[in-house]
């Protein structure tokens, strides 16, 4: 992963969401006229003059704040000034120059990274207002017009911004990257995880329910692979949600599962199963991800020789739904079994992408149907004429048959059964199509 990193930094309410969200093409990161809506390290991608660009959108820096959230914010922003190859500090022309813009410039020099000076909410077109040319006392060279939410201005700003790019790499894409959604309840710990895994507080951690709002991707590569990590809001019951920032939040965790190749649903053991992990883990299942069911805070828990053979007994009746799942139990904090969790995401994702040739297919048929007859109604047996994979993540087959009716589900188990004891297929979900003869859609 070598993409050169830009990352978009400033005080609060400038601007800087919507700003990455304009460069990046799509609404990644919440956007709110209340200050501190962006939290974490927002990551996205941007394309100018042929050139690949990682964007990363910060929280607000508020340099002289106690406040335990807004400390970690700086932390966050401080973090992604250090990783950047060029930092663009976003400012509001309609409030001008203010002292928090004055010191967070002075953080930037220091920092000896090339410095954009983007003035934002430059909504008219034409010559500068005067208010303008105060920003040239920050001390950061020419100062570029924006308006983010119109999109005067962007050009001019990336244009700025390729200048300080470092050369490019030929070796710039990666094809191989496994997509991974972290999934659950508010406080389950799916921020302990990211960090654990990267060394390094990619993510906020806090006790207070819904301190992760937007989806934090993170790129990691190990001896298992290249993976893209995405830490995603926790999701509550829709009616405790009573603030417009967290359900934007819950959208969002709900796109990071559509956009992921396998989720892990996080659940937290000191607590236990509850009504809502089986409807987050619906999400994943109907959105046909390859899923694992990730049991955390496996340190705290008391335990006997007998403790994880019954816990795993009644997750198994919770989630039956998705029996394919595997189960795995882990410590974010400890790092406990984070290596066999590794060998599993990357196990579920094979099996989810995985083709089967036709030939082979209906050999597996053939084998199945004389092991056990299809079903019968009023003298009518239904005839399975053959069956061939229709796509992949997740995997879908198509049967052809003389009568879909008599095709029943308890047949269709069956069949899905012989197939996952021949195939493996591990942790992913199988969709059956049935088409009658003659069906021509």
């Known amino acids: 992963m070598s993409k050169p990193v830009v990352a978009i ?53 508020e340099p002289y704040s106690d406040d335990i959230i807004l400390k970690q914010m700086r932390k966050q922003a401080q973090l992604a000034i250090e990783a950047a190859d060029v930092i663009v500090l976003v400012t509001d022309i309609t409030s001008g120059v203010v002292a928090t813009d004055s010191e967070v410039a002075l ?65 710039d894409e990666d094809d191989d990257i496994i997509s991974v959604a972290i999934i659950g309840r508010p406080n389950a710990g799916k921020s302990s995880l990211v960090n654990k895994i990267t060394g390094e507080e990619r993510c906020i951690v806090s006790n207070i329910a819904g301190t992760t709002r937007d989806s934090i991707d993170t790129f990691f590569e190990n001896k298992y692979g290249k993976f893209k990590l995405t830490d995603t809001a926790g999701i509550r019951r829709y009616s405790k949600v009573d603030d417009d920032i967290e359900k934007y939040s819950i959208i969002r965790a709900k796109m990071a599962i559509e956009r992921s190749d396998v989720c892990l649903i996080m659940i937290d053991a000191t607590v236990g199963f509850a009504e809502q992990d089986s ?128 095709f029943h589900f308890s047949y269709q188990r069956y069949l899905e059964n012989r197939i996952r004891e021949t195939f493996g297929m591990q942790g992913t979900p199988i969709r059956f199509i049935i088409r009658e003869r003659g069906d021509k859609k």
């Open 9 to 61: 930094v400033g005080r609060p309410n400038v601007g800087k969401s919507t700003l990455f969200n304009k460069l990046v093409g799509s609404r990644v990161a919440i956007v709110n006229d209340t200050p501190g809506v962006t939290r974490d390290r927002i990551f996205g991608e941007c394309e100018w003059r042929n050139r690949k660009i990682s964007l990363v959108d910060t929280g607000g820096i």
């Open 279 to 406: 409807k987050i883990a619906g999400l994943a299942h109907e959105s046909g991800k390859a899923c694992i069911i990730v049991v955390n805070k496996w340190d705290a828990v008391e335990k006997s020789d007998k403790t994880m053979s019954e816990y795993r007994k009644k997750l198994e009746n919770d989630f039956s739904f998705m029996s394919y799942a595997p189960m795995i139990f882990i410590s974010a904090k400890t790092g406990q079994r984070l290596d066999r969790l590794f060998e599993l995401i990357v196990t579920v994702s094979n099996s989810s992408s995985m083709r089967i040739s036709t030939g082979m297919l209906n050999d597996l048929l053939a084998d199945a149907v004389a092991r056990v007859q299809p079903p019968t109604d009023k003298g009518r047996r239904l005839k399975i004429l053959y069956m061939t994979q229709a796509s992949v993540r997740p995997p879908t087959f198509v049967f052809f048959v003389n009568d879909a009716e008599l």
């Open 107 to 171: 953080m930037l020099q220091k920092s000896g990274r090339p410095v954009v000076l983007c003035v934002n909410k430059c909504d008219k077109i034409g010559e500068p207002e005067p208010e303008f040319y105060e920003f040239y006392n920050l001390g950061l060279g020419e100062p570029i017009q924006v308006s983010s939410v119109h999109g005067h201005g962007t050009g001019d700003l990336l244009d700025a911004i390729f200048e300080y790019l470092p050369p490019e790499n030929e070796n």
